[in-house]
């Protein structure tokens, strides 16, 4: 199995910063792309960041402020969050679509999610 696991959630002030981290473990052959999507209270989950093939895509609303990197050797996908705003309050969940070491599938996998809440 493929699990996704988030961190560095929290609690900052508007216009503070926060910096999220991804990592996964499992029987892991390759992951295509590595992103993050946010979920608020009452909303859709959306898009946040994807990284794939080293090219990265922003929704419109984060694009200057957050920055995605990924670490493909470790499997891991980073979310640096800056000049954080109220309405980026939500809860944020890694994902990543791939194959497992033992499917010849594709298959989309998602963290439990990390909440995030900026709020003086």
């Known amino acids: 199995q493929v699990q996704l696991v988030e961190s560095g959630g929290g609690l900052v002030q508007p216009g503070g910063s926060l910096s999220l981290s991804c990592a996964a473990s499992?029987?892991?052959?390759?992951?295509?792309?590595m992103g993050w999507y946010r979920q608020a209270p009452g909303k859709q989950r959306e898009l946040v960041a994807i990284?794939?093939?080293?090219?990265?895509n922003y929704v419109d609303s984060v694009r200057g402020r957050f920055t995605i990197s990924r670490d493909s050797a470790k499997n891991a996908v980073y979310l640096q969050m800056n000049s954080l705003k109220p309405e980026d309050t939500a809860i944020y969940y890694c994902?990543?679509?791939?194959?497992?070491?033992?499917?010849?599938?594709?298959?989309?996998?998602w963290g439990r999610g990390t909440q995030v809440t900026v709020s003086s």
């Open positions: 994902y990543a679509h791939g194959r497992w070491r033992y499917s010849a599938n594709t298959e989309d996998y």
């Open positions: 499992g029987n892991i052959f390759s992951f295509n792309a």
């Open positions: 990284i794939s093939s080293g090219t990265t």
